[in-house]
């Protein structure tokens, strides 16, 4: 998962593959609270691992369920009847599929709580679900603005005397998580007598309410509807746990890749984008994403647990819909628009106002910024795209923590006038697909040109290494550090028995071709060995010094390093990156310092480590290495010519890492746009 402040995307062009989603959010909270609320352990598997889940988990822990987890498997052990432990402070981040059904299970099960959440949270109205429950006799108080989390729910001395003899109304046209919290929690209260439910005006997003009636039915509760204003409970319910339930992928995530498909054609022969774990046949609502994208052009088939798209009709087809029946996915919609011939109009969607951000602002806004026209009202928006190629623009797109808004705006990467885009804070997709970037890569193809490369290239111990290693990290790219790789073949080959001299020079280079080297976490990774250690011994520096004599390694070498260029970008460090491996890299910096400050550097650092060293010596060594490096024949160290050479004598290494962004940064087509 990407946790940079922001994450650049090069310009997209094609993608094919297959892609396997996470659970769906919508429905692994509402079958965590169903477990907790159950007599007996349901065993939960494909549970979604996001920070919803992560906050409505440890809400159950605290409350007093046993919850054991095994991956994307968990075992929950439920109340089953038994009182919640309380007093309790429970913090629900911002999810609302936790803080809104959570507030009406406690507040009928009795204890005193208080629930909270992020500032959005506390921004998210929970009114209309406060006052039906208060219309039952639940005392619930609000701890800041009325309407709005923070809550207190005050039953010390167990539930009062519930009023349940007249039906309970609750408005259905803010957010459908309202009803859904008295569906599930009044259940706990149906003991001699059914329980009545109506819904004061139009409900919204029925589809949820639909998984809701659903997943009840398989924790033992079957709820009568007519037509979707009247809901009764019969008397008696008691929830009863299923064993064992299955979590459906998250057909909201799905509409991404559905999109994509239907945006892109494969350069390659492959057809399409397959997704795993969701299928025609799903119970969320979103899946009738599918009739959308199909009315747009999108070619969609599938079976009961996966989707196959390609690219029809193009352009897309511009639509008028309303989107009461996928609220979520519709999103993915507005940028589809971008792609269509003509003006997309999406009614019908005023929830978007009260989720995660005003989600209709959200989107006008930084559609706009693309070069879209933009028409937004109460419960609509209008997307009319950029009229040619020439019309669209960079735009660094501000994501508001809202993890939809992230994910739909990486598909305006694949543009028409191949401009880059940028995503500020990718991180906040951890809500409901913590790997979005990885799987957005893992099928989307592109030209090697287009991937961008830093090179940052100097001499011995100026610190070059640990500077790319932060900027890689800063930006969330991937990293080389070339100098590792001569180590690295050294220490391969002497594993496999090859000595390393001109008789295993052939050998040795078809090692090189396709060693598993990875640099992560601060480790040098050799396949599953960390070998950071292991290469940074005096005799695996005199090896990597016999291996980079055999010219048929080097030129193996090179490829590999070559194959570090993948999305979303590299920073390379090295001696030769700007000047031999990347010399077309759009940014080459030359990392310099005083042989006096390497050399003290270099005296602390093995100090540090319990070896005894001489500042004279390390200094003399290191300007004799200098020269010879600098007069070798093949690759001398030099800056390239279009090199920016940064003197860090001075400099903390933060120091050094803001000033290679800065640059990287006055490179970008939306730099003025990400100065806020």
Known sequence: MYSTAFLDLPPLQAAAGEVHLPGSKSISNRVLLLAALSNGTTTVHDLLASDDTRVMLDALRQIGCTVDEAGSTVHITGLGGRLPQSPAKLFLGNAGTAMRPLTAALALLGGEFELSG??????????????????????IDYLGNDGYPPLKIAHG????????????????????????????????????????????????????????????????????????????????????????????????????????????????????????????????????????????????????????????????KAIDLDCNHIPDAAMTLAVMALYAQGTTTLTNIASWRVKETDRIAAMATELRKLGATVEEGADYIRVTPPAQPADWKAASIHTYDDHRVAM??????????????????????AKTFPDYFEALFSVAQVETAHIPVICIDGPTASGKGTVAAAVAQRLGYRFLDSGAMYRITALAALRAGLAIDADHEARIATLAQTLPVRFEGGK???????????????????????????????????????????????????????????????????????????????????????????????????????????SRSVAPLKPAQDALVLDNSDLTIEQAVEQVLAWWQERQPFAASAQR
């Open 524 to 630: 040098v990774w050799l396949g599953s060995d960390d070998v950071t250690e292991a290469i940074r011994t005096e005799e695996a520096g005199m090896n990597a010094s016999r291996v980079s004599a055999l010219p048929a390694v080097r030129t193996a070498l090179v490829d590999l390093q070559h194959s570090f260029q993948r999305l979303p970008g590299l920073v390379a460090d090295g001696r030769d990156m700007g000047t031999v491996i990347f010399p077309e890299a759009p940014l080459k910096v030359y990392l310099t310092a005083s042989a006096a400050c390497r050399a003290e550097r270099r005296y602390k650092q093995l100090i540090s480590k319990g070896f005894s060293a001489s500042i004279e010596d390390l200094r003399a060594d290191l300007e004799a290495r200098d020269a010879r490096d600098s």
């Open 157 to 316: 001395q167990g539930v009062p005397p519930l009023a349940l003899a007249e039906p309970i109304r609750v408005r259905g046209d803010v957010s459908s998580q309202f009803l859904t919290a008295l569906l599930m929690a009044l259940p706990l209260a149906a003991g001699t007598q059914a329980i009545v439910i109506e819904v004061v005006g139009e409900l919204i997003s029925k589809p949820y309410i639909a998984i809701t009636l659903q997943l009840l039915a398989r924790f033992g509760i079957v709820v009568e509807h007519q037509n979707w204003q009247r809901f009764t409970i019969p008397a008696g319910s008691r929830y009863q746990s299923p064993g064992s339930i299955h979590v459906e992928a998250d057909a909201s995530s799905a509409s991404y890749f559905i999109a994509l498909g239907a945006i892109t054609s494969s350069a390659s022969g492959q057809k399409g984008i397959k997704i795993q774990g969701v299928g025609l046949d799903s119970i969320q609502g979103d899946i009738r994403f599918v009739e959308a994208a199909r009315a747009m052009g999108a070619v969609v088939t599938g079976g009961p647990n996966w989707l196959q798209i390609e690219r029809g009709a193009w352009p897309l």
């Open 118 to 139: 992020v500032p959005r949270m506390h921004e998210r109205p929970i009114g209309d679900l406060i006052d039906a429950l208060r219309q039952l006799g639940c005392q």
């Open 408 to 429: 739909c705006f990486s598909l305006a990467a694949f543009n028409p006038a191949r401009l880059p885009v940028r995503i500020e804070d990718p991180k906040c997709v």
